[in-house]
């Protein structure tokens, strides 16, 4: 990796660099989620594990729940949570039990190799170079946070009455 980003991905963007002052802010939005998901994508590489797994492990870490459940945590379909907890499975970063309370239904829960793991790449995302031009990595953070808050509730179109309708 060359400052965060795969010599790959730095090519592909350097010829599409031109101007990018002038970009509108949504392209420079997905151009940096893009960027820093490929390196993010490269950093959970080397440490087997995939962005989904990850995903999986983060809503397992204080305790064990069933696939189903995982899945809605995780925003996803319950076959993609079937196929992402077969592979940590298989790696052995979690492992699959019988509910106590419930013998027709198996919880998930985190190893401790997957724990290590999922320790390992949070420390390792906090020195990841992709985001050191970042001068405040907390604030950007907060902003996020709020982005994806504000964009996960229900949308309103806009309207003429509140100024942001069509002229």
Known sequence: ??????????????????????WPTGRLLSTAA??????WS???????VTHAGLIALHTIRNAALSQRNMARAS???????????????????VERKSDPSDDRRVLVSITKSGRAMLSTVIASE???SALHSVSDPDALRDQLLQLVRDLSGPRTPATESDGAGPE
């Not at 980003?5 to 010829?15: D, G, Y």
């Not at 893009?34 to 390196?39: A, F, G, K, M």
């Not at 925003?75 to 970063?93: C, I, P």
């Open 75 to 93: 925003r996803v379909t319950d076959q993609t949570m079937s196929r992402t907890v077969e592979k940590l499975a298989r790696s052995g970063m």
């Open 126 to 128: 906090r020195e990841d």
């Open 42 to 48: 490269e950093l959970l590489e080397s440490h087997g």
């Open 1 to 22: 990796m060359l400052n965060g980003f795969s010599r790959h991905s730095e090519v592909a963007v350097t010829s599409e660099v031109d101007g990018f002052d002038e």
């Open 34 to 39: 893009r960027l820093v998901e490929q390196s």
